[in-house]
């Protein structure tokens, strides 16, 4: 099975949807000529022209907004936001539009789009070029959050995104386009090449949305985990010996909870992990659910390891970055408890 | 060092506020029939001018003079009188409902009825609004059912949208009338989003936009005068100038541009304002910008200078922000009334007949309104079901949501 780049898994499934449906356009910022400033466009609007695949003004309420408008006449838009911390612009249109134009018409015109963003840390990008806003998204009713961790699920995750025929945010951890990062910013990249997640079939196939996959058994406890976070706790399970369980969330809302409760209730540990910040970050929302429906399951408090409160730093970066040795702190003094 | 004066801060004000005598001499009202009507292909940079003047065609005679008019049959003004007046009695009926508890929230378009009402007549089936809260004359003069307008304003059991919209948030896709928003402007880039899909999709359909003079100045608008002039979209965009925000007058909004239309000629779209008040105007000025449109000439971007004689909704009193008597003011005058006068002065039309139709279409109204109760208003009688608050918020329910109907008890 050829081994791709998250990258050139995403591209792939651009590739594939526009190839299957003409209603598929891409569009955003620097996405046309250029292919991207990730480069995950490249060569689609050579291959389907540029009324499939273009250059958009700097604007990202203008680039939602025109999608949400195609969206409703009928095509399927999938557009890149640069960064995710740019989207802000876009976001009433996101809230106010996208996310409830199906309910507040009562189907009347419905929002079939995707709107991709790389986000996350670990590039040295400072403030403005590494943030997680995924609880900005799960917040609001009627969009659909994804945040694949390797090539072969962002493949097929987008592709379902695309035939999805509601508003679904894709959420790239940038840090893992070329590898599988494991908040070891010291040691060397492992390229994806090298790694069985890196392949990635040919074609046309779907990972569902809404599913959560164990990636790691185990028995000590569960961690809960999606994106960069992902690799990062297979390195701190690895690195402290403890038999942890580990999911990756793949999809934030619809949320996969049955995988969840399956799981502590077999461990009766929970430890949630994301790069974002703490406070009202989805790891919130993980650890009340967790709570509410597997209270007499719990031998310990659930316990949260995450990104500070505070802006993502530029020299701080790896003391803000929840990696190995933090995660793999929290999972001994859990396993203590 | 030069000394220099301190600075100062300008806060635009109205001519006008409560207790003043109503001042609109600096609005400047060129002669009917006096603006040139150029080609559909002109050259944008040829026509700057229109941005600043205002296309008319009724004078005060009543006659349908200059370049403009000629468009339209006695039938279709007669029609045209006939969706004015019935939205003009709709909103009384409706606003008086509101008064009486029968829903929330009420907006009125009294003075405007000429801008959607003869819009509407320049498209074409498949062609799409993206409107604002004020432009109920292009469901009216599309056929869309009183009751059904009704039944949504009241959120009872036969409302299209099952209650899940605010009064007047209409939603028709086979009348061409987008899903209201509520919040302002965002839709004006959805509306060049759509014109784009047609383009690219080699369809004949264009898309209208619709905004208010104070909304102009959301990023919207920007972004949607950038895009449409970008990829030239087949799109009208048009901007109401009521003159008033809520309570903020729209010189707050315009700043020290002269006009709204003024805001399109930076961007290269052909820009015009026209007679918001002369149903002839809007009709001729709407045709010729969906022309260009359609013909794959690209946006047109038209301001109709008009006035809201009545209060923003429901929820304010213009008594308390501007002179009581500055509608009568208005130096554009009523727009049923100057169509009225127009056809009487062609000869298609008479006082009694007039009467006789205001009787007719309040009977029409009011038998709509007996119906649409009959399916309950806001606050009693059969309203949608809880369960369907649930529903219809994605394709296919989530979890999550399934669980909290469940728990809801539906």
């Known amino acids: 099975m050829p081994r791709k780049t998250m990258i050139e898994a995403i591209r792939d499934a651009m590739d594939v949807m526009m190839e299957r449906n003409e209603d598929v356009v891409v569009f955003g910022e620097d996405v046309g000529y250029f292919g991207g400033v990730f480069r995950a466009t490249q060569g689609l609007q050579a291959k389907y022209g540029k009324t499939r695949c273009f250059d958009t003004p700097i604007s990202e309420l203008g680039i939602v907004g025109a999608a949400i408008g195609m969206g409703a006449y009928g095509l399927r838009p999938c557009v890149e936001i640069q960064f995710a911390d740019y989207m802000y612009p876009a976001y009433d249109q996101i809230v106010s539009e996208a996310a409830r134009l199906r309910y507040r018409s009562n189907g009347d015109f419905t929002c079939p789009i995707v709107v991709r963003m790389p986000t996350g840390g670990g590039i040295s990008g400072g403030q403005t070029h590494s943030q997680s806003p995924e609880a900005l998204f799960t917040h609001v009713s009627g969009l659909k959050t994804v945040v694949p961790s390797n090539p072969r699920d962002a493949k097929g995750l987008l592709i379902s995104a695309i035939e999805d025929p509601d508003p679904v945010i894709f959420l790239e951890p940038k840090r893992l386009y070329n590898g599988p990062f494991d908040g070891h910013p010291d040691r060397p990249i492992t390229p994806w090449s090298k790694h069985e997640l890196g392949e990635v079939p040919d074609g046309h196939y779907r990972v569902p949305l809404g599913k959560a996959v164990v990636c790691r058994e185990g028995g000590a406890m569960t961690v809960v985990a999606y994106g960069t976070m992902v690799h990062v706790a297979m390195a701190a399970a690895a690195e402290t010996g403890v038999d942890a369980e580990i999911i990756d969330l793949r999809t934030l809302l619809p949320l996969d909870l049955a995988t969840i409760e399956a799981s502590v209730r077999k461990t009766g540990k929970c430890v949630i992990v994301h790069e974002a910040t703490l406070t009202s970050g989805f790891g919130a929302e993980l650890s009340a659910l967790v709570q509410e429906s597997c209270f007499y399951h719990l031998e310990a408090p659930i316990t949260r390891v995450t990104g500070w409160d505070t802006p993502y730093p530029h020299a701080q970066e790896w003391d803000y970055f929840p990696g190995p040795a933090r995660l793999g702190r929290a999972l001994l003094e859990v396993m203590e408890q | ?410």
């Open chain 2, 1 to 410: 060092m030069a000394e220099h004066a301190v600075l100062t801060l300008h806060i635009p004000e109205p001519a006008v506020r409560p207790g003043g005598l109503p001042d609109f001499s600096s609005v400047r009202i060129p002669e009917a029939g006096s603006v040139p009507r150029p080609n559909i292909d002109a050259d944008p940079s040829s026509i700057r001018d229109l941005a600043f003047s205002i296309i008319r065609v009724l004078n005060r005679e009543g006659e349908a003079v200059g370049p403009w008019a000629g468009l339209l049959s006695d039938e279709e003004l007669l029609e045209g009188l006939r969706h004015m007046m019935t939205l003009r009695t709709f909103d009384a009926r409706m606003l008086m409902a509101q008064r009486q508890g029968k829903t929330s929230f009420y907006m009125q378009h009294m003075g405007e009825e000429a801008v959607s009402c003869a819009f509407r007549k320049a498209l074409q089936p498949g062609d799409m609004n993206f409107p604002t809260y004020r432009q109920a004359g292009l469901l009216i003069a599309d056929g869309y059912p009183l009751v059904d307008m009704m039944c949504q304003i009241y959120s009872n059991e036969k409302d299209p949208l099952k209650g899940r919209q605010l009064s007047v948030l209409y939603s028709s896709k086979k009348h061409g009338f987008f899903s209201l928003s509520g919040n302002l402007a965002t839709q004006y880039i959805q509306a060049v989003g759509w014109a784009m899909a047609s383009a690219i999709k080699n369809d004949t359909k264009i898309a209208v936009g619709w905004i208010g003079d104070g909304s102009t100045a959301e990023s919207d608008f920007h972004a949607a005068l950038v895009f449409a002039s970008t990829y030239k979209a087949p799109v009208v965009l048009n901007i109401v100038n009521n003159q008033w925000a809520i309570s903020t007058f729209q010189g707050i909004a315009r700043g020290g541009s002269g006009t709204f239309a003024a805001r399109g000629l930076g961007f290269g779209i052909p820009s015009l304002r026209v007679d918001g008040n002369d149903y002839l105007a809007v009709h001729a000025v709407a045709k010729w910008a969906i022309e260009r449109a359609r013909g794959n000439l690209g946006p047109t971007l038209i301001e109709h200078v008009t006035y809201r004689v009545g209060a923003h909704s429901t929820s304010d009193d213009p008594a308390a922000y501007r002179p009581k008597t500055e509608s009568d003011a208005w130096p554009l005058g009523d727009p049923v009334i100057r169509l009225k006068n127009h056809l009487i002065q062609r000869g298609a039309w008479s006082e009694e007949r007039h009467k006789q139709a205001e009787a007719e279409i309040l009977d029409t109204v009011i038998a709509a309104q007996k119906e649409a109760e009959s399916h309950g208003t806001l606050h009693s009688g059969a309203r949608p079901s809880v369960r369907d608050m649930f529903e219809g918020l994605y394709a296919e329910m989530p979890p999550h949501l399934r669980r909290q109907r469940q728990q809801a008890g539906v």
